[in-house]
């Protein structure tokens, strides 16, 4: 068995043993991959694993200098009305889910309003960068900020990342106003969520193309912000989650995991349903590459 096999064999094993609701997964170690499907390869809403995805679209367009961490709302949004302290508040506070904007939305909720941009940005900051609060409307007003700049977010996408990941035509739920949600609501099979880790653990390269510079990867978990929260919660970078032993990942609801082991050059993807025991879930997928 290849070092792939074995990591898959371990997660699959648990898996069926405690009957967990995954869907499918995905080993990538070293150049080695293996798969293991519970149910077809569909495409599935893979939840917030979609806000590392557009943190990957913030992370080219800095690189091609369209827009920068430090570029503010007032800066990129200069139509909207905006409360007290946010003209101040980056696309890095955004990302970072520390605007300090008291306003939680997710993406299985009616938007409030006719533009959700405008409903969070509104209200006043308790201080840019100073406060965490976790929300699909701060991924999706970061990419909002993109969109002013470089129009539908998704089709800028294709050509820079889906296209070359060979990701045909993905499709990306919608606000009212025909932005993407950002936040949730990307629909992708496990394969091809599985490129995407092998993009992060690469750190941005693809089979020897450069998708999104090395930097940017690294910065996405180099600086973990405190949640308030404990355990696989407790630490928040850019659209990223920090795990045991210098794990991190993208995380999204029912249990759709890319979780990078550096240290051992792996990477474990996992989509799934699991309604009621998505922590075991992850802290399943962390045994198995801690072995």
């Not at 960068?129 to 996408?157: C, I, K, N, P, Q």
């Not at 979780?259 to 802290?283: P, S």
Request: charged fraction near 25%; proline fraction near 3%; glycine fraction near 12%.
């Amino acid at each position: 068995m290849t070092a792939a096999d074995q990591l898959l064999d371990r997660f699959v094993r648990t898996v069926d043993r405690e009957g967990l609701g995954a869907y499918g997964a995905h080993a990538l170690v070293g150049d080695d991959e293996a798969d293991h499907r519970w149910r077809s390869d569909d495409r599935v809403n893979v939840y917030s694993v979609s806000k590392g995805v557009s943190a990957l679209a913030a992370g080219i367009a800095v690189d091609e200098g369209v827009l920068t961490l430090d570029t503010t709302v007032a800066e990129a949004l200069p139509g909207l009305e905006l409360g007290d302290g946010v003209g101040a508040v980056t696309l890095r506070h955004l990302l970072t889910m520390s605007s300090g904007i008291d306003f939680q939305w997710f993406g299985d909720q009616p938007v409030p309003g006719a533009d959700l941009a405008q409903e969070m940005l509104r209200l006043p900051t308790r201080g840019p960068g100073e406060h965490f609060l976790y929300s699909d409307a701060s991924t999706y007003v970061a990419m909002r900020m993109l969109g002013a700049a470089v129009g539908d977010v998704r089709d800028w996408l294709l050509p820079r990342l889906f296209d070359p990941l060979g990701i045909d035509n993905p499709q990306w739920m919608r606000c009212p106003l025909g932005w993407i949600v950002a936040g949730s609501g990307l629909q992708l099979r496990t394969e091809e969520l599985a490129r995407i880790g092998r993009l992060l653990r690469d750190r941005g390269e693809w089979r020897g193309s450069r998708i999104v510079s090395a930097a940017w990867i690294d910065g996405m978990h180099a600086d973990w912000r405190d949640t308030g929260s404990d355990g696989t919660s407790a630490h928040y970078g850019i659209a990223t989650w920090e795990g045991p032993s210098g794990l991190w990942r993208f995380d999204g609801r029912y249990g759709q995991y890319v979780v990078v082991d550096d240290a051992r050059g792996a990477v474990l993807t996992v989509t799934a349903h699991e309604e009621f025991r998505t922590g075991r879930l992850l802290e399943v997928a962390h045994e198995a590459l801690l072995g």
